[in-house]
């Protein structure tokens, strides 16, 4: 398994990660937002999505899924923070999309932590 997942553009949780990303930044065209809710979607959604991208090209670089649970945190909590919570439609989604960031960057730290130690043994 670790040799599979020392692959880059092999891993689904980063996989994963980017299609979050890229449905948080899209989500705004579909519901209501106001403009905290909607660059708040845009910046987060576009980061999270760009180290999906990182860690799918760079396998064993452990700290890209540090980032995505700090991303993933942070648009969880953006609806308060932002207070967009009147919006339902984009504050639901962030949640969503929050949480599930940081469960699938917990996930795939043990993969980046053995990613990581494969690299270092070449």
């Known amino acids: ?5 020392a692959r880059p553009w092999t ?3 980063d996989w994963a990660e980017v299609v979050l990303g890229v449905v948080l930044v899209l989500s705004p065209i579909w ?6 809710a909607l660059w708040t979607m845009i910046v987060l959604g576009a980061l999270i999505a760009i180290d999906g991208l990182a860690s799918l090209a ?20 953006s609806p308060w923070v932002m207070s967009y919570t009147d919006f339902g439609g984009a504050a639901w ?12 960057g917990a996930a795939a730290l043990p993969l980046a932590n053995a990613a990581h130690r494969t690299a270092g043994q070449h």
């Open 1 to 5: 398994m670790a040799e599979t997942s």
């Open 11 to 13: 891993r689904p949780h």
């Open 31 to 36: 519901m209501d937002t106001n403009n905290a």
């Open 58 to 77: 760079m396998p064993g670089m452990v700290y890209g899924e540090g980032i995505q649970i700090v991303l993933g945190a942070l648009a969880f909590v």
């Open 93 to 104: 989604t962030s949640w969503i999309v929050g949480g599930l960031t940081v469960l699938v």
